[in-house]
């Protein structure tokens, strides 16, 4: 499985980005896939993930602002941020398992793109 993150770059604090996740190299329906993000100096942590079957599932400091979903035509996963604030300013991730559910842990997830670079300015 190969994953190619997308979408990020600068925007002001309340502004929105889009980051896409490409997916390519196996069946999509059969990987769930997750959002992780990695700040300077902090460990990388859990953002948002998507089933194979399509449930959805977010860190509570996302709850709200962040959305995920799943596109099976254009095998990608997007990450809709809304609302972001200084606070969001990092690189993300996507992470790919074979399991029903990635779940919170990075360790779960056996493929990991590049990362997208995400800066909030205030």
């Known amino acids: 499985v190969q994953l190619q993150a997308s979408g990020g770059g600068l925007v002001q604090a309340g502004g929105s980005l889009r980051l896409s996740c490409a997916v390519s190299?196996?069946?999509?329906?059969?990987?769930?896939v997750g959002w992780f993000r990695q700040a300077p100096g902090k460990e990388r942590e859990f953002v948002a993930a998507?089933?194979?079957?399509?449930?959805?599932f977010y860190a509570d400091s996302v709850k709200g602002r962040f959305t995920i979903s799943r596109d099976n035509a254009k095998i990608a996963v997007y990450l809709q941020m809304s609302s972001l604030t200084p606070e969001d300013t990092a690189v993300y991730y996507c992470?790919?398992?074979?399991?029903?559910?990635?779940?919170?842990?990075?360790?779960?997830?056996?493929?990991w793109g590049q990362g997208t670079q995400v800066t909030v300015s205030s």
């Open positions: 190299g196996r069946t999509f329906s059969g990987v769930a």
């Open positions: 998507i089933s194979r079957g399509g449930t959805t």
């Open positions: 992470a790919a398992t074979y399991l029903e559910y990635g779940g919170r842990s990075s360790t779960r997830y056996d493929y």
